[in-house]
């Protein structure tokens, strides 16, 4: 077969989207048919006539953006929302949910992507509420549950401690504990949503090895992702959805990245990130031997040192947890360093301000935007000022001048693209790709010497992910030193001319680019050693 | 050896069934208001509950002649004001601060008004209980007084344990700790939130009312506004016990200790300004407080309407 990549209209993928005659007629060797499903909200098409299929003992991946409409179809069959239109067919047989207990009676488990789990109660109570064993009219059979949940640990090769509290589980494990709640509830259809966004990347080998063991079991598997890699590794059929509708069905098999993604966002994406080489200048970020604290007063950060030069992409390659965050609030001036210096531009900033910091050409991506990036519930227009709104021109003596705050804000909306153009908005509005885009209108617009961004792409979807790869490669360009912080492995080795392995608080390894390869940082991440 | 003329080992065996007495409406109220919170409603009603449960025993014990008329009638009403509560804040979404300073002040508006209207030129007492003893018990010398007790007092006990029993190894008590921790997540396995929240803050609120009616119990008499902040000490009592039956029950100790302190140091005749040992109940409350805010974790959900 003629294959031509990065190309869209490939034979082997159906871009036909809804022909209500090529549907075939319900059948119950089906585990689940969706036929024209259609979700009107106010002023949306959330759903446009899909169709979906799924066999028993398969992966059927749900592909598409941020907004394509993949949650929306979830919750319809999940029987939280009702359809506008359509019908569900679960074995050949039409069904109407009426709630979420309908659909758990058909046989469907959900997997949330924002776990549904209670923090401080077991593992068990967990699994068992609302369909608790009891004795004597209400009092717990806790063991009667336990034993069950073991049991269908053992079945599904899923391990858990069943009397462990949730909140001291690792999140690997509270996806296992998810699940399991499915299955306690004699689930066939296990619809995943964007499972791995909370993952590392050992745990989601680790989910897709379990997803092939339930497939294999016969049990069938939506698989809702933005993530192409994971699509084309895991899945037996692919569906795209784009604003709504079908955009189109692929097969893992010969389906490749490039083509995924056109199909996803409509229009050709550059993964690869396009670069020149570096033209590193003289040393902008100086850290030697920090130490710093975290929260609970153990050491986070371990005496690491590391240099970014101007014009330089520094990237911290790690697992979540290992002294990244805390070593990015000591940065930007939020935590204070318990010993080491940092010098930016030859002076010492160890003990700076963040207000000092800002002045000195700092500037943050950070990776939590709803708490530390963006005041949710102010405007877009006060949002893109947050740290210059006690300066001329967005102010005089203590007096704000909206004019100028309003026209700076619609400048830089319209230059970082941002959407709705409207500034007035409440940042809350905004979708996940708009709101990091006001975050990099703020801190970009600015003259700036250092910029430290923490996960700057974590739950976007392509289209924004590319943009803000650009954004970040382009001040690189600039002469601005970047230090980027990212648990991808993929981002950081796109992006990256320097690399960093940060493990348990300490640098163990720095490369060039050129030197650095999945298998080498995932093998250090992870605390291994690199045989030289 | 004696202490203001009375031999010591009696005069501690009257504080602590003193201390029983007075921490009897504070567990009731701190029990109530654990319903209420523990399902994720915030519950700073719990005085006006307390006033509307002892006006209503007071009213059910003097018309009927009988106090557990009363105290059937305190459940009653306090429930019932505790579903305005409900309403307000469950269904309509209120600000649950908001909704519970609306029913404190409904509360001791409508009890000062009847009471103003129909009693106060003509005050009955209501009925008097009978003392429960507890066989054995009561025959040890000197702190025998302990085991006789009003029936309120035991009741109290009881609901301790069975409130302790209920809340961890029910059915109920795993749901109701599930809605307010996390109510999307009961909602998803089928849990009906809004039922169990309206439940729990009925039943609360019936059993602070039942803590109200305790000083009818105790005094036969009503007079407007005669709780005197203890419902709110019985919700400091259920957050310094960190909103579990047994800490709320021995915060509520620990409070009736210090108020039957005041009490006892106030009979002895010590010299010393009855005023400020008038304060020791709400300065150790104030202190105790503010060292166990921080360290104690509310329900997730608490103050947080549902939505769906």
Request: glycine letters at 10%; a neutral charge; proline letters at 5%.
């Amino acid at each position: 077969m003629e294959t031509r990549p990065g190309t869209t209209h490939e034979s082997h993928i159906d871009v036909s989207g809804f022909r209500p005659d090529s549907v075939p007629a319900p059948d119950p060797a089906y585990a689940l048919q969706a036929r024209g499903m259609t979700k009107r909200f106010p002023g949306i098409l959330a759903n446009d006539h899909i169709d979906l299929d799924l066999k028993p003992g398969e992966v059927h991946a749900l592909l598409g953006e941020n907004g394509a409409g993949k949650s929306t179809l979830m919750n319809l069959l999940y029987g939280l929302y009702k359809p506008t239109e359509g019908q569900i067919y679960i074995a050949g047989k039409p069904v109407t949910f009426n709630g979420p207990n309908d659909a758990i009676a058909s046989g469907i488990g959900m997997v949330h992507q924002h776990f549904m789990l209670i923090p401080p109660l077991t593992v068990t109570e967990n699994i068992m509420l609302g369909g608790e064993p009891t004795v004597l009219g209400g009092i717990l059979d806790r063991e009667a549950a336990a034993r069950h949940i073991r049991q269908l640990s053992d079945e599904y090769g899923l391990e858990v401690d069943p009397t462990a509290k949730v909140q001291d589980l690792a999140v690997g494990s509270q996806q296992r504990v998810e699940i399991l709640k499915a299955f306690y509830r004699k689930a066939d259809i296990l619809i995943l949503d964007e499972p791995t966004a909370v993952l590392t990347p050992q745990e989601a080998k680790d989910l897709f090895v379990i997803m092939r063991k339930l497939a294999a079991g016969g049990k069938a598997i939506v698989f809702i992702t933005h993530k192409l890699k994971e699509v084309l590794a895991v899945a037996d059929r692919i569906t795209v959805l784009r604003l709504g509708k079908v955009a189109g069905t692929a097969d893992p098999k010969t389906a490749t990245e490039a083509e995924l993604a056109s199909l996803m966002v409509g229009r050709t994406v550059l993964l690869q990130v396009d670069k020149k080489p570096a033209t590193p200048g003289k040393v902008t970020l100086q850290v030697d031997n920090l130490v710093v604290l975290d929260n609970r007063k153990h050491t986070a950060v371990d005496g690491l040192s590391l240099e970014v030069r101007a014009g330089e992409i520094f990237g911290i390659a790690g697992i979540d947890g290992n002294g990244q965050a805390e070593l990015v609030e000591v940065l930007t001036g939020l935590r204070k360093a318990s010993s080491g210096t940092i010098k930016l531009d030859g002076k010492d900033v160890t003990h700076a301000t963040t207000n000092n910091l800002i002045d000195n050409g700092l500037a943050h991506v950070p990776e939590d935007r709803h708490k530390y990036g963006l005041v949710l519930t102010y405007a877009v227009s006060d949002n893109t000022v947050l740290n210059t709104y006690d300066e001329a021109p967005f102010a005089r003596g203590i007096i704000r001048n909206d004019k100028s705050i309003l026209d700076f804000a619609r400048k830089v909306v319209a230059r970082f693209d941002v959407r709705p153009t409207r500034v007035e908005v409440q940042a809350r509005n905004l979708s996940g790709g708009n709101q990091q885009k006001v975050i990099l209108a703020r801190e970009l617009s600015r003259d700036i010497r250092l910029l430290v961004a923490a996960q700057p792409t974590r739950g976007l979807d392509v289209g924004s992910i590319e943009f803000v790869h650009k954004q970040i490669v382009a001040e690189r360009d600039e002469g601005v030193a970047v230090l980027l912080v990212s648990a991808e492995l993929d981002e950081v080795l796109a992006l990256s001319d320097t690399i960093g392995v940060i493990y348990k608080g300490k640098l163990v390894a720095v490369m060039p680019r050129a030197e650095a390869t999945r298998d080498k940082l995932g093998l250090l991440m992870t605390g291994g050693t690199v045989p030289t | 050896m004696t202490l203001c003329g009375v031999p010591i080992e009696v005069l501690i065996a009257t504080l602590l069934a003193t201390t029983l007495r007075v921490a009897t409406p504070l567990t009731l109220g701190a029990i109530g208001g654990l319903f209420c919170e523990r399902s994720g409603v915030v519950n700073i009603a719990i005085e006006g509950l307390m006033i509307t449960g002892a006006f209503a025993a007071y009213v059910g014990g003097t018309w009927s002649g009988s106090i557990w008329i009363g105290l059937l009638f305190a459940l009653v009403f306090a429930g019932l004001m505790s579903a305005l509560h409900a309403v307000l804040s469950i269904t309509f979404r209120v600000d649950q601060i908001i909704s519970g300073t609306v029913v404190n002040i409904l509360a001791f508006g409508l009890t000062g008004f009847f009471y103003d209207q129909y009693f106060s030129q003509h005050a009955p007492t209501s009925g008097s209980v009978p003392i429960i003893s507890i066989p054995l018990l009561q025959d040890i010398p000197v702190f025998g007084r302990l085991f006789q007790q009003q029936p309120v007092v035991w009741i109290a006990l009881l609901l301790v344990a069975v409130t302790h029993f209920m809340l961890f190894f029910t059915r109920w008590g795993l749901r109701t700790r599930a809605v307010g921790e996390h109510p999307r997540a009961a909602d998803t396995v089928g849990i009906n939130v809004f039922r169990v929240r309206y439940m729990n803050v009925i039943i609360g609120g019936a059993l602070a009312g039942l803590g109200g009616a305790y000083l009818i119990v105790e005094v036969s008499t009503f007079s407007p506004g005669m709780t005197i902040g203890r419902g709110f000490i019985a919700l400091a009592a259920l957050i310094f016990g960190k909103w579990t039956p047994l800490g709320a029950w021995g915060a509520a100790l620990l409070f009736g200790f210090t108020q039957a302190l005041q009490i006892n140091i106030q009979q002895c005749g010590v010299d010393f300004p009855a005023q400020i040992i008038g304060t020791l109940p709400y300065v150790v409350t104030i202190i105790v407080l503010a060292g166990a805010v921080g360290r104690s974790t509310p329900p997730a959900a608490v103050g947080v309407p549902y939505e769906k």
